[in-house]
């Protein structure tokens, strides 16, 4: 590293024009007549003003200014010239920086935090070919404040007005600031829009310092009005009427139905909502005052439908004879619908740990206002083959899947009990409904019938939190047309034989999601996904034990009981210019399956597995685990065939992700983890139990990728290779092995 960064060094200096010195950056001395509270704070305020900055560094290397310079030679070459346009920066020399101008910077920013007739001095330090300047900074006591109040006002703004300044936060002795002003002036304006002054501005107010009464640094702070302010920005309006366009086009203009529905005009040609649905989603009330809080969380509400591509709302002022106290709005709701019908197609190509692949295709049709009410009904036919392309005892194989599911999604509340739709401020929840039937036929071996009901509530609590609870989950399966091989390879493994028995699933389940990422700008991004599935209970209580030991039954099927939680933590780091936007990104997943009365083991299709694109992507796709457990050294080689699965799982990630060209972007990851049974499997010989040493069972890989990245729209390419198997003996489980690397193909990022 210091041979590198001698070298970098040596081959930057040279490039340095003669007369010319290397800016490093400047720093901030502040000399002070009394002790300011933050002075911390107060310096990185100041220091926002410091320009020009000096050239990035990486170890102690000016690489963007090394390739720059090598950028500038007759012939710089390809990988100079990708290298400067990617990473490049222009030189900033001692030559570069207008002290004068940042100290006139520098007594303005402290003038406006109420240092006022304050000085600043600068000097350069000077070495061979570098240069750096310090700031001196001497700052007086600062002005605080001893009296807030307002100047005479108009009615009825006047009563509006004071009653904001009584609450608010300044206090006597505050130090003058001028961002706090900004921030009041903004609080004062926003509390006044909501109740109903529709022409105010925060601009129309000013504050005035007053220093006349004192002589020790004080002053009083008065609120005014700008003069020229117009009259109808001291009064409030009221909602005088609601007229709203369930079906609006811009290309209409004569609209010839009209219906009167709680105090709000519906007109559309013919009846496309239903104004007793759409009615709940409007928070916008006749005989109400003006408030954009309600113009908002309507607009966001009706977005929500999913039956509109365009919410537009537009006030219309009203010349009446009104009073000089009142002013009257005519609300104008415009709907532009989405094509009511969609078809959407689906072509895949899978393949899978086990050597199966194929194509696939799904069919979806979409309605999205089935009944008037806003309702969506999907219907979805998939088909899939796969065929078994490896050596081995498996070879010759195939897999034929076909599905159907319905779902139809009401954009409201269906519940025996009326529930009002005012408890839910930010969006109303949805319900959804869903039935879908499978069919999987495995040559050679069983096929198998399976059949699903769901119906739960899904709503937004806020721009980063969303709840999820299904009271009625249901899940049949039906294994038939068993083979003798398929048998013996039940009887060889009580454990999978038991997950196929509990043919019957009917449970709740509860998900939690708080999405940070929503905020993309923000250097800092959180995402938390929590999720509880419970399975058997209310079964469990219908039911009478016919014989004591046997597993009990429901309808003649047996049931499953089960609790299964995990949770999966995101976290972005996210760096560097707009246009070379760099993140460091981290992930954390933890889950465990605990089967429990009628159940010793989780369902097949509950248990958990590791491994693929979005896992541990050294590993093949459910091919990892469980613990220790070799498939390799399986004597009957059915280890190869079936999903390794386990009903405890934890796994890690860790990902740099950065710019290469265009639309095409880079990522370095490291991956661990694995899934292990909380009780031991004979069939995996007790390799698969949890125990305290499981840091030691995790498997890890680390690889590079490639993604292209088209406004969000994400084709990822990662290739990665193990270097810690936790399948191997002791002693060989640390090992690098690129020679079997493993190609990842995936749409989306991983985390």
Known sequence: MLLGVAFYSCSIRKYIPENERLYTGATIEIQSDSVIPREDYLKEELSGVLSPEPNSKFLGMYLGLYYHYKNQKEKPGFINRWLNDKFGEEPVYQSDVEANQIKDLLLNRLENRGFFYSSATSDFEESDQKASINYTLKVPTPYRMETYQMDSMPAPIHDDIKALVDKSRFRKGIRFDLSFMKRERERIDFNLKNKGYYNFDDSFLIFEADTNRYDNKRFDLYLKLKNGVPKKSFIPYKISKINIYPSYEVADSIHTTSERYNEKNYIQKEVYFKPKYLDPFIKIEEGEFYSPDNSRNTARRLSTIGAYKYVNIQYKEIDTLATDSLGLLEANIYLSPLTKRAFRAELQVVTKSNNFTGPGLALTYSNRNVFGGGETYNITTKFGYEAQLGGGQNAGKTSLEIGVKNELIFPRVLFPIKIDNNFFEYSIPKTKTSISLDYLNRTKLYTLLSGTALFGYVWDANRYVTHEINPLSINYTELTNT?????????????????FEQQFISGLTYGFTYNGMVDADRAHQKYLNFTL???????????????????????????????????DIHYHFNFGRRRN??????????????????????????????????????FRIRSLGPGTYNADEDEDNTGNFFDKTGNIRLEANIEYRFPIVSYLKGAIFADAGNIWNSEENPTFDGKDKFTSNFINELGMGAGFGLRVDIQSFVIRFDLAAPFHDPSKPEGERFKFDVAKPILNFAIGYPF
């Open 533 to 567: 599935d419970v399975a058997g209970n209310t079964i469990s209580l219908m039911d009478k034990e016919e014989t004591p030991g046997a597993p009990k039954t429901f309808l003649g099927l047996e049931y499953a009981q089960y609790a299964k939680a995990d949770v």
């Open 581 to 618: 936007k760099q993140t460091i990104a981290a992930r954390l997943f933890a889950g465990y399956g605990l089967p429990y009365g009628n159940s010793d083991v989780v369902p097949f299709v509950k248990q958990y597995f590791a491994g693929g694109p979005y896992s541990v992507r050294a």
């Open 483 to 499: 083979t003798p091989e398929f048998e013996q390879i039940l009887n060889d493994n009580p454990f999978l034989r038991r997950s």
